[in-house]
C-alpha cells in the first residue's frame, strides 16, 4: 500500500508546544536499530521508548528507494500518532534514502534524528585518516556518508563497501559463528578497505558483531560506535529544546510488522525479560 502524499501536508509546530514526558519514537527495518535504542536508554534512563521494527520488509537495503521511502512515512506516522515528541531513523538505509521525506512529512512539528549525519560530523572533524565504510547496497548506493564526510574535511579519503549478507545473518540469529566469521573475513579482506585507519559501521545491525570485526582487525584500525555518537546527539538535541524527561519509571514499547524469535531474544536481552512485542502491520 503506497502512502497517501496528501498526508505530508501539515502544519508545522513549535517544539516548545512539546513535553518532556512524551516518548521517544525509534524505528528501524529490524533488530538493527536495537543498538541505538540501548544507548540511548543507557545515556537517557527516564526517556519513554517507542520502537518499530519493520521485520516484515527487511533488509531495507536490498528495496527499492521508493519502498524505503514508502516504509519510512507510514511508520513515522504511526510514531507521530503516538504522541512521539522526535523520531529517530535508527536505519542507515532509510536515512540515506528517505531522511528528507520523513522531514517533509513531519513539517518541522517534532525534531527527527538520522544515524549518519552526526556520525559523519564526528570522523570528520575528530579525526585525519582513511576511513573505510561497511553498509547495506542501499545506503553505499546513495554515497551519504563519504559526500557528508568530505563537505566537512574534503581531505579525508573515503572507502565504501555493500556488506549486504550481514543483515540476513545477523536476523537470523548468526552471532559468534562460524557464518558470520566467514562473512566477515570476506568483506573485510577485500582490496578497497587495506589501507583504512578507521571503520565506520554503517548500519545498525552491524555493531551487533563489532567483536568479531574488531577481532579481525585487532589494534589496526579504529571502529567507530555509532549508537554512542547518536544517542549522544540526541541527548543534546533534547536538552536544547527543555525535552529531556524526569519522570524515573520509564516505559518501554515494541511494535513489529512480523513476529520474530531473534527480535525478541535480542530486545529482552537489552530490556529485560518482561518486555512485551505487540504485532503492528502496516
Known sequence: M?????????????????DGNQPIGIFDSGVGGLTIAKEIKRLLPNENLIYFGDTKHLPYGEKSKEAIINYSLQITEF?????????????????????QEVKNL?????????????????????????????????????????????RHNKFIKVEELATPLL?????EGFKNHAVTNAIIYHYLSQNKLKNIETLILGCTHYPLL???????????VRVIDSPNIVANHLKMVLEKHELLNENETPYYKFYLSDLT?????????????DISLELKTL
Do not use: M, W
Request: aromatic share 8%; charged share 25%; hydrophobic share 40%.
Open 79 to 99: 510514531l507521530l500518532s503516538q504522541n512521539c515528541k522526535c523520531i529517530v531513523i535508527a536505519c542507515n538505509s532509510a536515512t540515506a534514502n528517505a531522511l
Open 167 to 171: 543483515v540476513p545473518a545477523i536476523e
Open 261 to 273: 524469535k531473534n527480535f525478541e531474544k535480542i530486545a529482552k536481552r537489552f530490556f529485560g525479560k
Open 210 to 220: 563489532i567483536n568479531e570485526i574488531q577481532q579481525f582487525y585487532g589494534n589496526r
Open 106 to 150: 513531519v513539517g518541522g512539528r517534532v525534531p527527527v534524528i538520522d544515524v549518519i549525519n552526526p556520525v559523519a560530523e564526528k570522523v570528520a572533524y575528530e579525526l585525519h585518516s582513511n576511513v573505510g565504510v561497511i553498509a547495506t547496497k542501499a545506503t553505499v548506493n546513495s554515497g551519504l556518508y563519504r559526500k557528508t564526510i568530505r
Open 2 to 18: 503506497k502512502f497517501e502524499k496528501n498526508k505530508i501536508l501539515r502544519k508545522k509546530q513549535n517544539f516548545s508546544q512539546l
